[in-house]
Each structure stands twice: as structure tokens, then as C-alpha cells.
């Protein structure tokens, strides 16, 4: 069992791996954590596939160098789909990948009809079609490809509200009724989305469980890490924004939640 208190590097294009950070920080509570927020890069779900990769490629490596962590988790469904393969093939540290949770969804969903809500780029993306491919096993799945709820989520934390109606037309292709079966479960396929299930569950049309991979993630990260001594000290966080931004007071104070 190593000694010291492990180190995990905890990376998105924004603040939607938070939603992923804070039950990792549940898990192990004497890790330390560094946040990298590639904001200069932000939203990764609108760009091309080629340069999108080698910008994680590049943003990780330098992180790595600098940090030395003992695991990386890519919190960041558009970039885990894409880019994983490329960072296992040239890092050696462990990778944990965020990437849509379609085969418990399709598992628990009553009526088997499902949508995954990811971004423009997730959800086209050949690796989500592969998922459904080997685990939908008969079950519906509707692909919901958003450009506008990630910067959403980041407006809400930096405490700037977004109108109900623009949430709304952004979730209403999920929420499929034919052939006497409904949806009955939505994949949160992006990070970011968790920081809206309240605003999604107030404006649905129906009642749907809304599927935030979050704690299998933090598990999985968990048992990758293995039992180590208690930290003397509590666990530290930091956080670092790819554009040098300081946050404005409202993010700070959101922040500082988190435990930033
Ligand atoms: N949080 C990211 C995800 O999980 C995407 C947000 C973006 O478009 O940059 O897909």
C-alpha cells in the first residue's frame, strides 16, 4: 500500500466535471485533487474531432508533467469519447473516462425507451453508437444532441440564470410518447448536465429518471486507487483555468463549495 495520499488530476473543457469531482472527493476523502478546466478551449461539443483531440492531448500532457498525478480522470464525456484512446496510447499514468451510460439506462428503463442528452459531438460520435450497438439489447435509445446547455450550466454557476423555456426547447427531443411507451430515463451524457437536474426536472413534461454516472465513476476511480493511509492533513483542492481567468465573486463562491 503506497504511502503517500494519492494524486488525482480531475479534467473537462469547463466546470462540468465538478458534478464528477465532488463525488470523487466523496470517495476518497484524503486524496489530494487538481482541477483542470480548459476553458480557453470551451465548448469542446461544437469543434472537429482532429484538433479537438490533440488540444486534450496537449492540455493533459502539460497538466501531467506538472502535477505528476497518480490517476487522470477525463471528466468530460465529448473528450473521453473521443480522445481516450490517444491519451492511454501516450501516457502511462491510469485513465478513468466519462462516456454514456447506456447500457445501465437501457437495464433499469420499465418501458425501454430511452434518450441519451450529450453533446452535439457525443452523441454523434461512432463510439456512443457502438455503446448502443452491444447494450441497448431491444431497448429504444434516442440520441439528443445539445449546442447550448454546457454554457448553460456554467452560466448558472457563475450565478447568472437561464429562462425556463430555453432549458426546455434544449431537453424537449428526449421526451418521446408512441406506441404507448414513453421515455422513462435520460442519460446525462455531458458533465455539465447534472448542474441542471433541477431545472430539467421543473420543466419535463413527465417524470423521468435522469442518469448522472457520477458515483460508478467516483467508485471506479476508488477501487483504481486502492486503500491508502489517511492524509494527516485534509485534502486539498486546486483548481487551474487553461485561459489564467480569475474567477468573477459569484464563481469563487460557488467554488469554494466544491471545496476550492
Ligand atoms: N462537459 C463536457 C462533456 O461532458 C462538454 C462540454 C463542452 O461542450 O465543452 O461532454
Known amino acids: 500500500m503506497p504511502n503517500a495520499p494519492a494524486t488525482i488530476l480531475v479534467f473537462d473543457s469547463g466546470l462540468g466535471g ?10 476518497l476523502p484524503g486524496a489530494h485533487f487538481v482541477y ?9 461539443g461544437n469543434q472537429s474531432e482532429a484538433a479537438l483531440i490533440a488540444r486534450v492531448a496537449e492540455v493533459i500532457g502539460t497538466a501531467i508533467s506538472t502535477h505528476q498525478p497518480d490517476l487522470v480522470v477525463v471528466a468530460c464525456n465529448t473528450a473521453s469519447t473521443m480522445a481516450l484512446t490517444e491519451l492511454r496510447a501516450r501516457y502511462s499514468v491510469p485513465f ?6 447506456i447500457k445501465p439506462a437501457c437495464a ?21 453508437r457502438a455503446l448502443i450497438r452491444e447494450f441497448a439489447g431491444g431497448c429504444d435509445v434516442g440520441l439528443v444532441g445539445s449546442s447550448h446547455l454546457a454554457s448553460f450550466a456554467e452560466a448558472e454557476l457563475a450565478g ?5 423555456a430555453a432549458i426546455k426547447a434544449e431537453i424537449a427531443s428526449c421526451f418521446v410518447d408512441t406506441d404507448a411507451r414513453r421515455t422513462d ?3 446525462l451524457a455531458c458533465t455539465h448536465y447534472p448542474l441542471l437536474t433541477d431545472r430539467f426536472r421543473a420543466v419535463a413534461p413527465w417524470p423521468v429518471d435522469w442518469l448522472d454516472p457520477a458515483a460508478a465513476i467516483a467508485r471506479r476511480v476508488a ?10 492533513a485534509p ?17 469563487a463562491k460557488a467554488l469554494s463549495g466544491y471545496g476550492f
Open 18 to 27: 465538478l458534478t464528477v469531482f465532488r463525488e470523487i472527493a466523496v470517495a
Open 36 to 44: 483542470v478546466a480548459d476553458d480557453a478551449g470551451f465548448p469542446y
Open 96 to 101: 478513468v473516462g466519462t462516456v454514456p451510460a
Open 108 to 128: 433499469q428503463s420499465k418501458t425501454k425507451r430511452i434518450a441519451v442528452l450529450g453533446t452535439q459531438a457525443t452523441v454523434t460520435r461512432e463510439y456512443t
Open 160 to 164: 447568472t440564470p437561464v429562462a425556463d
Open 185 to 187: 430515463t435520460v442519460v
Open 223 to 232: 477501487d483504481l486507487i486502492g486503500p491508502r493511509p489517511r492524509a494527516a
Open 235 to 251: 485534502a486539498s483542492a486546486h483548481i487551474e483555468f487553461t485561459s489564467g481567468r480569475k474567477p468573477s465573486p459569484a464563481l
